[in-house]
C-alpha cells in the first residue's frame, strides 16, 4: 500500500465521479435542495389546507328554536361572519345535506334532562354533524365557542342576582408557561431530525458511487485497466473506498447544513408568529456531527462497497446495496422521538444508532464524553472488521475478475468448499 | 534491435481452475517460451485455448498454480508490481474511463505507473502528438469515436514507457483502416527496441507482424518458432494450413471441411 | 405480414418479457419480496418505539415543586388534582403519578431537569401586575410589525373585562417530553378540579345546577362509520395503488427498453418480423402486469398483517360498498394502471442508459404522486373541472365512490381523461421506438465535440432548473431579511441577469441574437399600450374561471401567500423602479430572451414553446396560486417576441402590466379593494388579439414579414400578402 499510489487513484476517482450525473444530482445536489424542497412544499401545504378549512363559512340549519330569553344566543352566532345561518330546513333533509356535505352542523334547542331541569330556561343543544368532514367539525367548535360565551355571561348573570361577584364564581385563573428558551425548542426540533436525515444522506451518497465504482466499473471494462496498473490491490481498493466514504460525508455535511439553514424558513408558516423557534448549536456540537458523519460514511461505505463488488453490472450492483441502505435507515428510526433518551452504554453498542444519539445529544448540548469515545470506538472497530473481510475476499481470483456468475451464495458456498486446487494466495 | 538478453521468461506455467460442473479444469497447462526485445512474439490459437489466462498471468492478474514467470527479472508472484510498472497492458477488457478527457488518461497511467514527475507533462504532450490526437485531447472519453479511443488507448498502454508490452487480441472489433494503424504502431513500438507480445486469432495479422510464433491449444504449447520454420517444419505455406495442421495432430482428428487456399477439401 | 398473426406475436413477446423478469430472481428478490418484509417491518419498528415511548411517559413519576407567594395553597390545588383519580376514577384519562418534592432552587431545578414541574401561587393583584406587562410586551411586539392602532384598541378592552382573581400558573419545559406530559395531566386536573369547586360554590349560592348542566352542547356524528372510513380509504387508496404501481412498474420498464438499449437487444428485437406496435403493446401490458401485481401483493401482505393483528387499523374501521361501487373502482384504477405503465415506459424509451432513466424517475414519480392526492384538497368536487384532469379526477372519483357517492358522467370523465392521456403516452412510446439517437444510445454529436452554442439548446432547461432552485432557496433563506428591494436585486440582477451573463460567456452565445436584442417595428409599440391593459383584465378573468370552476380559493388566503409586503412607505419613484422597471427589463431578458432563444431549436411547434416559456416564467414566481396569472402573461409575451422579433415591446408591456396593477391602488386613484369585473375580460380579449395582430402583421422590423423568424430556421407560418 502506497499513499501516493491511493492519492492518485483516489483523486482520479473523484474527479470522474464529479462528471457523472447521476452521483453529482444524488450525492450533491439532492443533499442541498430536495429536503428543503419538500420540507417546504409538506409544511406550505399543510397550512393551505388547515387555512382553507379556517377559511370557509360554517352552515348551520336550526331545527326548533331556543326557549323564550334566549334568543341572543342566536344572535350571536348570526353575528360572527365565519356562520351563515341557515333556516326552514327539515331534520331529515337537514340529515342528508350534512352526509352529502352540503351541510355541516344542525343545531336543534331541546328541553334540559333532568339534571339541568332545576334551571329554568335552561335547554339543550344538540349538534349533528359529520365527523369525518373538517368543515363539520369546524363547525362544531364554533358552536361551542359561542354557546359557551353565552353560558359564561347567563350564569354570570343569575349569580350576580344571587349576590356572588365574578371572583366568587371563578375562583382563580389556571395558566401555563414554557420555560424553554427559543433555542431550546429549536434545538430540540433540529435534534430529531438531524441525526435520521443525516443517516439517510449519507446513505444516499454513499450508494452509488459504491456501486458505480465496482460494479459500475466492471461494467464499464475498467476494472481490468486498473488492476494491470503498477499499483497494489490493496491501494486500488483502499482509494475507492476512501472515495466513496468522501461522497458519502460530504452528501451528509451539505444536507445537514441545508436544513439547518433553512428549517427555520420553513417551519415558520406552520408556527405562525407566536410561537418563536431559533437554532443556535453549541459549538461544541460541530466536531461532534463532523466526527459523527465521517464515521457513518466509513461504516456505510465499507459496507456497500463489499457487496456492491459482488455485482457485475450496475443494476445488479444497485440490487445489492439497498438492503444496506434500508438498515442503516432503520437504526435512526428505532431511536424514537422521545427527547428525553441520551447516549447510553447499550445505546452506545449499537452502530449507526449510536453515531445518531450521539449528535443528537451533542445539538442539544449534552456532551457525555465516555460514551461518545465507546460510540467511536464501537464502529471504527466494525469498519476494521469490514476491511478485513474485504482483504480476504480480494484473495479470490474470481471475485477479483469478476469471471464468476454473480451469485452470492454461490461464490460464499465455494469458499467454504474444502476441494480447492489453487493455490492460497497471499 | 535483437539481443541476447530475455526480459520476459515463461517456465512450465500452469493454471488451473476449479468449476463446479467440470471439475478441475487446465486452462494453461505447462507453457514454455521466452521473448526478447525488439520482438513481436505471436500467441496463436482458438478461443479458449488459453491464450488470455496466459497474458494475464503474466500481467500478474491472475496467479499461476504452477511454473514461473518474470517480466524484466522481476518474479510475477513476488513481485507484481514491478512487473506491472514494466509492462503495458492491452486487451479488449482493458476499457478507458468515460469520464476523464484523453489528456487526463495519460496523465493518470503515467502517474500511477510511476513514470518520473518531472517528466510527466513532457511525455504526455509527446505521446498526443505521436497520436495526432491533439483535436479532440480535452473531450471526454464518452464522447470519442472507436478509432479515437483506439488512439488514446495505444497511448495509455505505453504513457509510462514500459520495455515490455502485451497485446491481447488488440484488433477485435476494429474496422480495416483502424486495424491496419494499430499493426503500424505496433512495428512502430518493436523498432523502438520493446518487447511486444501480440495474441491474435486472426492468422493475417499474426503472419505480417510476429518475428516468432507459438500455436496454443488447450492450454499446450504445439508449436514454437519463426514462419519460416515452421513452414518448414510442416511443409505448409499458409500459416492458417499450419495452425489446422498442429491443432488437428494434437486432437487426433481428421480433418472435415478445411479450405485450402480457397478449395474445399472432402474427409476422406 | 396479415393481422391475425399478431395475436401469438404480441403474446411471444409478453411470454418473453415475464420470463425476463422472473429469471431475474435478485431483482425480483430486491424489488419485491424485501419490501413486503420492510414495510410492515419498519411500522412495527416505528409502533414498537412509539408504545414503549407512551408506556415510559405514563410510568413516570413526575416530580413537581411549588414556588410564588401562594405556593402553599398552590401545593393543595396540586394535591387535590393528584387526588381526583382516587375520588372520582375516570377511565378516560391517562393514569399519573405525581411526587412533591422540594428544592432550595425551584428554577434552577426545573432547567437542571430534577423536577419536571414547577406550580406557582398568585395573590390576585400580583397576577394582574403579571398580566399588564405581558399585555404591554404583545401591544410593542405587534406595533412593530404593522399598523396597531386596532389591535391595542380590542385588547384594552378585553382587560378590562377579565376579574382580578389569584392565579395558578404551571411551568414547564417544552422541549422535554416529560415536562410536557405532566404539565399536559397537571393541567387537565387542575382544571377539573376548578370546575368541581366552581360547581359547589355555585351551589352553595343557590344555583341550582351544576355548570356542566346549563347549556351542554352535545355534538353526535351522523355519518356512518362507513363514511369515515371511506373517506380514509378513499384519500388513501389511490396514492397507494399509484406509488405502489409506478415502483412495481419499474422493475419491468427500465429494463423493457433501456436495459434492451444498453445491452444491445432492442436492436435485435427492431428488426425481427414483430411491429414496433406489437413490440409497444407487449412491453406495455407486461410493466402493467407487474405493477398491479405488486399492488395487489402489497395489499395482500398489508391485510395479512391486519388480519394477524400484527398492524392495528383504527378503530370503528368499516368499508362498506356495494357491487356497482367496486366495479366502478376497479374501472377508474384500470386507466390508472395504463397511464402509469405508459409513463414509465416512455421514460425508459427515451432514456439513454439506465442511469439517465434513474435520474429522471423521480421527477416522473413526484408528477404522479401529487395529483394522486387531489381528493385531499378541501372543497373539492367531482362537479368541476376537476374531472377532466387525467389522474386527479380519478383520485376525486374514487374517494367519492367510497364515501358512497355514485355520479356516473363525472366519473366517465375522469375516466376518459386518464384513459385519454394514457393513450397518447403511449404513442409517444411508438416514437422513441423509432428514433435513431434513442435507439442507439449514442452520445457523440459535433455540439458535444466542439462546445459553444450549438449545445446550449440542450443544456438550458438544466441550467432554469438550477437557477430556479437557486431562486427558491435564496426566497426562502434570505427572504425575510432583504426586504422588497433586497429580493427585487437579488433575484433579478443577481441570479436573472448574472446567470445570463455566465450562460451566454459559457456557451459563447451571440448577446444580440440570445437577448432579441433588435429593434423594433414601430407598430409595435401601439401594440403594446393596447395590449399590456388588455391582457391583464384577462388574466384577471381567467383567475376568476379557474376559481370558480376548478377549485375556490378564498381570497384572503390567496393574498396570504407569497403576497409580496408592498411596503407603504416605499416613494413612487422606486415603486415604479422596483417593481416595474426592474421586472420588466430583466425578467424578459432572462425568459424571453435567453430561454427562449434556448428552447426555439428544441421545441418546434410555437405553441409549445410559448406554452413552455410561460409556464417556466409562472414557475419562478413562488406564490403557488399566481402561477395561472403570471404563465398567461409569460405565455403571451413570448408570443409578442416571437411576432415582433425584439424584446422591447416585450420589455415595455411587462413593465406596464406590472406597473397598471400596482401603481393605481398605491397611489389612491383607485380604491384599494378594487377588482375588475370579470366579464370584462370579453372586450378585453379582443383588444388584446387586436393587438397581437398587430405586431404579427408587422413582423420583425426589417420590413419585410416573416423574413426575421424564417432565417433563424422556424418553419414559416407567416403568409404575405
Redesign the interface.
Known amino acids: 500500500m502506497n499513499a501516493r499510489?491511493i492519492w492518485?487513484?483516489y483523486r482520479?476517482e473523484i474527479?470522474?465521479?464529479l462528471?457523472?450525473?447521476?452521483i453529482v444530482?444524488n450525492s450533491i445536489l439532492m443533499p442541498i435542495?430536495l429536503y428543503?424542497?419538500l420540507l417546504?412544499v409538506m409544511f406550505?401545504a399543510m397550512t393551505?389546507?388547515q387555512?382553507?378549512?379556517e377559511?370557509?363559512t360554517s352552515r348551520v340549519a336550526l331545527a326548533g328554536a331556543p326557549p323564550p330569553g334566549h334568543g341572543s344566543?342566536l344572535d350571536s352566532l348570526e353575528a360572527r361572519d365565519d356562520v351563515e345561518l341557515v333556516r326552514g330546513v327539515g331534520r331529515d333533509d337537514a340529515?342528508s345535506l350534512?352526509?352529502?356535505g352540503e351541510l355541516d352542523v344542525l343545531l336543534s334547542f331541546l328541553p334540559?334532562d333532568t339534571?339541568?331541569a332545576?334551571?329554568p330556561g335552561?335547554?339543550?343543544?344538540?349538534?349533528?354533524?359529520?365527523?369525518?368532514?373538517?368543515?363539520?367539525r369546524n363547525a362544531?367548535a364554533r358552536?361551542?365557542e359561542v354557546?359557551d360565551d353565552?353560558?359564561t355571561r347567563?350564569?354570570g348573570q343569575?349569580?350576580e342576582a344571587?349576590?356572588?361577584?365574578?371572583?366568587?364564581?371563578?375562583?382563580?385563573?389556571?395558566?401555563?408557561?414554557?420555560?424553554?428558551t427559543e433555542t431550546?425548542?429549536g434545538?430540540?426540533v433540529l435534534g430529531l431530525l438531524v441525526p435520521l436525515f443525516l443517516t439517510i444522506m449519507v446513505a444516499l451518497g454513499c450508494f452509488f458511487p459504491a456501486v458505480d465504482t465496482t460494479a459500475g466499473e466492471r461494467e464499464?471494462?475498467?476494472w481490468?485497466?486498473l488492476?494491470?496498473?503498477?499499483?497494489?490491490r490493496h491501494s486500488l481498493v483502499t482509494a475507492k473506498y476512501l472515495y466513496v466514504a468522501t461522497m458519502g460525508v460530504s452528501a451528509g455535511i451539505l444536507n445537514v447544513v441545508a436544513i439547518v439553514?433553512?428549517l427555520g424558513?420553513?417551519m415558520a408558516p406552520l408556527l405562525g408568529e407566536t410561537e418563536g423557534i431559533s437554532f443556535r448549536l453549541p459549538l461544541m456540537a460541530i466536531p461532534v456531527m463532523l466526527v459523527g458523519a465521517m464515521v457513518l460514511a466509513l461504516l456505510l461505505s465499507a459496507g456497500m462497497v463489499i457487496l456492491a463488488s459482488f455485482a457485475r453490472t450496475?443494476?445488479?450492483g444497485q440490487?445489492?446495496v439497498?438492503?444496506v441502505y434500508?438498515a442503516a435507515v432503520?437504526f435512526p428510526?428505532?431511536?424514537?422521538?422521545?427527547?428525553?433518551i441520551t447516549l447510553t452504554p447499550g445505546i452506545a453498542a449499537i452502530p449507526v444508532a449510536n453515531v445518531a444519539m450521539m449528535i443528537r445529544d451533542a445539538i442539544?448540548g449534552v456532551f457525555v464524553w465516555p460514551y461518545i469515545a465507546l460510540s467511536l470506538a464501537v464502529d471504527l472497530f466494525l469498519v476494521l472488521l469490514c476491511l478485513r473481510l474485504a482483504r480476504f475476499i480480494l484473495r479470490f481470483?474470481d471475485f477479483?475478475?469478476g469471471s464468476y456468475d454473480g451469485s452470492f451464495w454461490?461464490f460464499a458456498k465455494?469458499r467454504m468448499h474444502p476441494?480447492?486446487?489453487?493455490?492460497d494466495?497471499a | 534491435m535483437k539481443t541476447n538478453e530475455r526480459t520476459v521468461f515463461v517456465e512450465d506455467l500452469r493454471k488451473?481452475f476449479?468449476d463446479?460442473s467440470r471439475g478441475?479444469v487446465k486452462a494453461v497447462d505447462g507453457v514454455t517460451f521466452s521473448c526478447h526485445p525488439g520482438e513481436v512474439f505471436g500467441l496463436l490459437g482458438a478461443n479458449g485455448a488459453g491464450k488470455t489466462t496466459t497474458l494475464?498471468m503474466l500481467?500478474?492478474?491472475?496467479?499461476p498454480?504452477g511454473g514461473t514467470a518474470s517480466v524484466m527479472g522481476h518474479d510475477v508472484v513476488r513481485e507484481?508490481?514491478?512487473v506491472?510498472?514494466s509492462?503495458g497492458?492491452y486487451?479488449?477488457?482493458?476499457?478507458?474511463?468515460?469520464?476523464?478527457t484523453g489528456q487526463?488518461t495519460l496523465r493518470?497511467?503515467a502517474?500511477?505507473?510511476?513514470y518520473p514527475v518531472e517528466r510527466l507533462q513532457e511525455r504526455v504532450d509527446a505521446l498526443i502528438s505521436r497520436f495526432g490526437i491533439q483535436e479532440y485531447a480535452n473531450a471526454?472519453i464518452e464522447k470519442l469515436s472507436t478509432g479515437m479511443k483506439q488512439k488514446v488507448s495505444i497511448a495509455r498502454t505505453i504513457a509510462?514507457d514500459p520495455p515490455v508490452l502485451i497485446f491481447d487480441e488488440p484488433t477485435v472489433g476494429l474496422d480495416v483502416l483502424n486495424a491496419l494503424e494499430m499493426v503500424k504502431v505496433i512495428r512502430e513500438l518493436r523498432a523502438e527496441g520493446k518487447t511486444i507480445i501480440f495474441s491474435s486469432h486472426i492468422m493475417s495479422e499474426v503472419e505480417k507482424l510476429c518475428d516468432r510464433i507459438a500455436i496454443i491449444h488447450r492450454g499446450r504449447l504445439l508449436a514454437l518458432g519463426t514462419l519460416a520454420s515452421l513452414r518448414e517444419a510442416t511443409e505448409q505455406h499458409y500459416l492458417e494450413d499450419i495452425f489446422v495442421h498442429y491443432v488437428t495432430r494434437a486432437e487426433g482428428l481428421e480433418a472435415a471441411t478445411i479450405g485450402v487456399a480457397g478449395e474445399l477439401e472432402e474427409a476422406p | 405480414m396479415t393481422n391475425h398473426r399478431s395475436p401469438s406475436v404480441l403474446g411471444t413477446l409478453f411470454r418473453y418479457e415475464m420470463r425476463m423478469l422472473l429469471r431475474d430472481t435478485?431483482?425480483i428478490?430486491?424489488?419485491i419480496v424485501?419490501p413486503l418484509i420492510?414495510f410492515p417491518?419498519?411500522i412495527l419498528?416505528?409502533n414498537y418505539?412509539?408504545s414503549?415511548?407512551q408506556q415510559?411517559l405514563e410510568e413516570e413519576t413526575y416530580r413537581y415543586a411549588v414556588s410564588g407567594s401562594r405556593a402553599g395553597w398552590a401545593e393543595g390545588?396540586v394535591k387535590a388534582a393528584i387526588a381526583l383519580d382516587e375520588s372520582d376514577p375516570d377511565t378516560s384519562r391517562a393514569p399519573v403519578s405525581f411526587e412533591f418534592r422540594n428544592p432550595p432552587d425551584p428554577?434552577g431545578a426545573?432547567?437542571a431537569g430534577d423536577i419536571h414541574v414547577v406550580v406557582e401561587g398568585f395573590s390576585?393583584p400580583e397576577?394582574d401586575s403579571i398580566r399588564a406587562e405581558e399585555r404591554e410586551a404583545e401591544e410593542e411586539a405587534r406595533e412593530e410589525e404593522a399598523s396597531g392602532g386596532e389591535a391595542a384598541e380590542a385588547d384594552t378592552a378585553h382587560a378590562e373585562e377579565e376579574?382580578?382573581?389569584?392565579?395558578?400558573?404551571?411551568?414547564?419545559?417544552?422541549?422535554?417530553?416529560?415536562s410536557e406530559a405532566a404539565?399536559t395531566r397537571l393541567?387537565e386536573r387542575?382544571?377539573e378540579v376548578?370546575a368541581t369547586?366552581?360547581d359547589s360554590?355555585?351551589l352553595s349560592?343557590?344555583?341550582?345546577?351544576?355548570?356542566s348542566?346549563?347549556?351542554?352542547?352535545?355534538?353526535?356524528?351522523?355519518?356512518s362509520a362507513a363514511?369515515?372510513s371511506g373517506?380514509?380509504l378513499g384519500l388513501a387508496l389511490t396514492p397507494f395503488l399509484v406509488v405502489l404501481m409506478l415502483s412495481g412498474g419499474s422493475i419491468v420498464a427500465?429494463d423493457a427498453i433501456c436495459?434492451e438499449k444498453e445491452r444491445g437487444t432492442l436492436e435485435t428485437l427492431l428488426t425481427t418480423a414483430a411491429s414496433r406496435t406489437d413490440i409497444v403493446r407487449a412491453k406495455l401490458l407486461a410493466v402493467i402486469v407487474v405493477g398491479l401485481a405488486v399492488a395487489v401483493i402489497n395489499v395482500a401482505n398489508l391485510l395479512v398483517y391486519i388480519v394477524l393483528g400484527v398492524l392495528d387499523l383504527p378503530p370503528d374501521f368499516v368499508v362498506e360498498i356495494d357491487p356497482l361501487g367496486l366495479l366502478l373502482l376497479l374501472a377508474l384504477l384500470v386507466p390508472v394502471a395504463v397511464l402509469v405503465a405508459a409513463a414509465l415506459l416512455l421514460l425508459s424509451g427515451a432514456s439513454k442508459s439506465?442511469?439517465?432513466y434513474?435520474?429522471f424517475f423521480f421527477p416522473v414519480f413526484v408528477a404522479f404522486v401529487v395529483p394522486s392526492f387531489a381528493a385531499?384538497?378541501?372543497?373539492i368536487d367531482l362537479h368541476s373541472i376537476i374531472a377532466v384532469v387525467p389522474l386527479a379526477g380519478v383520485a376525486v372519483a374514487v374517494k367519492e365512490i367510497l364515501v358512497g357517492?355514485i355520479d356516473l358522467p363525472f366519473q366517465a370523465f375522469a375516466f376518459v381523461s386518464t384513459a385519454g392521456l394514457a393513450l397518447w403516452l403511449t404513442f409517444k412510446t411508438h416514437w422513441t421506438l423509432s428514433n435513431e439517437k434513442l435507439i442507439s444510445g449514442s452520445d457523440l454529436d459535433q455540439a458535444d465535440l466542439t462546445g459553444g452554442a450549438a449545445l446550449f439548446p440542450r443544456h438550458v432547461l438544466r441550467w432554469f432548473l438550477g437557477l430556479w432552485?437557486l431562486f427558491?432557496?435564496s426566497s426562502?433563506?434570505f427572504?425575510?431579511d432583504l426586504g422588497l428591494r433586497g429580493q427585487v436585486v437579488l433575484n433579478l440582477l443577481v441570479i436573472f441577469f448574472g446567470g445570463s451573463l455566465v450562460m451566454v460567456r459559457r456557451y459563447r452565445l451571440d448577446p444580440v441574437e440570445a437577448y432579441g436584442l433588435r429593434k423594433a417595428h414601430p407598430a409595435a409599440w401601439i401594440a403594446v399600450l393596447l395590449g399590456a391593459p388588455s391582457a391583464l383584465l384577462v388574466a384577471f378573468g381567467i383567475t376568476e374561471l379557474v376559481n370558480t370552476f376548478v377549485f375556490p380559493?378564498?381570497e384572503?388566503?390567496l393574498e396570504?401567500?407569497g403576497q409580496e409586503l408592498l411596503g407603504p412607505e416605499l416613494p413612487l419613484w422606486q415603486l415604479v423602479l422596483f417593481l416595474s422597471v426592474m421586472p420588466g427589463i430583466f425578467e424578459e431578458l432572462f425568459f424571453r430572451g435567453i430561454l427562449l432563444h434556448g428552447l426555439r431549436r428544441v421545441i418546434r411547434r410555437k405553441w409549445l414553446l410559448a406554452l413552455t416559456v410561460g409556464l417556466i416564467f409562472g414557475i419562478f414566481h413562488v406564490s403557488?396560486f399566481r402561477i395561472v396569472p403570471t404563465a398567461w402573461l409569460g405565455f403571451i409575451l413570448t408570443w409578442v417576441v416571437l411576432f415582433g422579433g425584439s424584446i422591447y415591446p416585450a420589455m415595455l408591456w411587462h413593465a406596464l402590466n406590472n406597473a397598471i396593477a400596482t401603481v393605481p391602488a398605491t397611489l389612491g386613484w383607485l380604491p384599494e379593494d378594487f377588482e375588475p369585473e370579470a366579464w370584462w375580460a370579453l372586450p378585453a380579449c379582443l383588444v388584446l388579439a387586436f393587438a397581437l395582430w398587430i405586431l404579427w402583421r408587422t413582423g420583425p422590423w426589417n420590413g419585410t414579414k416573416g423574413t426575421g423568424e424564417r432565417s433563424r430556421g422556424e418553419a414559416g407560418t407567416t403568409r404575405r400578402r
Open positions: 499510489d492518485i487513484l482520479m474527479r470522474s465521479a462528471r457523472e450525473r447521476s444530482v435542495f428543503p424542497v417546504w406550505t393551505f389546507i387555512g382553507l378549512n377559511q370557509f344566543v340529515i350534512i352526509r352529502a334540559p339534571g339541568g332545576a334551571l335552561n335547554f339543550r343543544v344538540e349538534a349533528l354533524y359529520d365527523r369525518s368532514e373538517a368543515r363539520g362544531v358552536v361551542r354557546v353565552y353560558r347567563w350564569i343569575e349569580t344571587r349576590g356572588m361577584t365574578e371572583q366568587d364564581r371563578r375562583l382563580f385563573w389556571v395558566a401555563d408557561e414554557d420555560m424553554a431550546e425548542l434545538n430540540r464499464r471494462s475498467t481490468e485497466t488492476m494491470t496498473t503498477s499499483a497494489s439553514v433553512s424558513a420553513v450496475f443494476k445488479d440490487a445489492m439497498q438492503p434500508f432503520v428510526l428505532l431511536l424514537g422521538q422521545q427527547t428525553d442539544n481470483e477479483l475478475i454461490r465455494e476441494r480447492r486446487s489453487e493455490k494466495l | 488451473t476449479y463446479e478441475e494475464r500481467s500478474t492478474v491472475l496467479k498454480t507484481p508490481q514491478a506491472r510498472e509492462l497492458f486487451s479488449a477488457s482493458t476499457a478507458l474511463f468515460p469520464r476523464l487526463e493518470f497511467f502517474r500511477i505507473n510511476h471526454r509510462h | 435478485r431483482t428478490l430486491i424489488a424485501a420492510m417491518a419498519y419498528v416505528v418505539v412509539d414503549r415511548e415510559a390545588v428554577m426545573l432547567e390576585a397576577w376579574p382580578s382573581l389569584p392565579a395558578v400558573r404551571i411551568l414547564y419545559r417544552g422541549n422535554s417530553d416529560f404539565r393541567r387542575i382544571l376548578r369547586q366552581r360554590v355555585l349560592s343557590g344555583f341550582p345546577v351544576a355548570m348542566e346549563v347549556a351542554p352542547v352535545e355534538a353526535e356524528s351522523v355519518a363514511k369515515a373517506l380514509f427500465v436495459g439506465y442511469r439517465e434513474q435520474v385531499g384538497l378541501p372543497g357517492e432552485v427558491f432557496l426562502l433563506w427572504g425575510q380559493v378564498p384572503q388566503l396570504n401567500f403557488l
